[in-house]
């Protein structure tokens, strides 16, 4: 394996019953690399991002995270390398009888070993790096869309992980909140040195982010390449695509 490549997905296989969502697909990620996914709804995306996370167990083939293969770990083996991985879901996912705090506290208390001064001291400067320090004891009823797709956010790189995972992270957000979450996705990426994978359906989201992207069509993958590339193909299911995109977003 290249020193590079973080992620390595091989001949990646998955079906519900007589449904292939993933049919053979794979995909090499670098290091500080973001990679975006596109594709209609039932095309497999967010079932990709289960699997390399290990929620899911493939038919067949290999996710290798820095070269262990998540299909084969124990769960011991399985929770070390969860451990460096960071997984946004749709809906923030937030815990909601517990505080912004403890929802916060919950994945250093389950993978490290802190002082109460320890885990204050990083919740607030993970807070801060989302700008919502003040929301630190509020409760998630008591938060915008926008205010809590930022604590899912800041829930998610607390633990430093090298790999992000983002399923749909703009969605059910107005325009101008898109964008604000798309760059601060964007700048934490720079700043922890992290490599990403976007799910989304949003150009202005993939546009501020992406260095990659790659179209899911029928569980397997239609193109990949520079998302200007796609952006401007004159293959017909892109162009429908895109400019579909274009005028749901306007």
Do not use: W
Not at 17 to 43: A, H, K, M, P, R
Not at 92 to 119: C, G, I, W
Request: charged residues 30%; glycine residues 6%.
């Amino acid at each position: 394996m290249a020193d590079n490549i973080i992620i390595k997905i091989q001949n990646l296989s998955k079906r519900f019953g007589e449904l292939i969502v993933l049919d053979n697909i794979s995909i090499d990620v670098t290091c500080g690399e973001n990679l975006i996914v596109f594709g209609q709804s039932g095309t497999g995306k967010s079932v990709l991002l289960k699997c390399i996370i290990g929620l899911l167990n493939p038919d067949s083939g290999k996710v290798l995270i820095k070269g262990k293969d998540v299909c084969t770990l124990s769960q011991k083996e399985l929770d070390a390398v969860r451990k460096n991985i960071g997984f946004l879901f749709q809906g923030a996912a937030l815990y909601d009888s517990m505080s912004v705090r403890e929802n916060l506290e919950f994945p250093l208390e389950r993978h490290f070993s802190l002082t109460q001064k320890e885990l204050d001291e990083r919740v607030m400067k993970t807070l801060e790096m989302v700008s919502l320090e003040d929301a630190v004891d509020k409760m998630p009823s008591e938060l915008s869309g926008g205010m809590r797709k930022r604590i899912g956010l800041a829930r998610s790189i607390i633990t430093e992980p090298e790999i992000m995972l983002y399923d749909e992270p703009t969605t059910g957000l107005d325009p101008i909140t898109s964008k604000e979450i798309s760059e601060l996705i964007l700048n934490l990426q720079k700043k922890l040195d992290m490599t990403s994978i976007v799910v989304t359906h949003d150009l202005v989201c993939a546009n501020i982010i992406a260095d990659r992207a790659i179209f899911l069509k029928e569980g397997k993958i239609i193109h990949r390449g520079k998302l200007q590339e796609m952006e401007t193909s004159e293959d017909p299911f892109l162009k429908d695509f895109f400019s579909k995109e274009i005028i749901n977003e306007q």
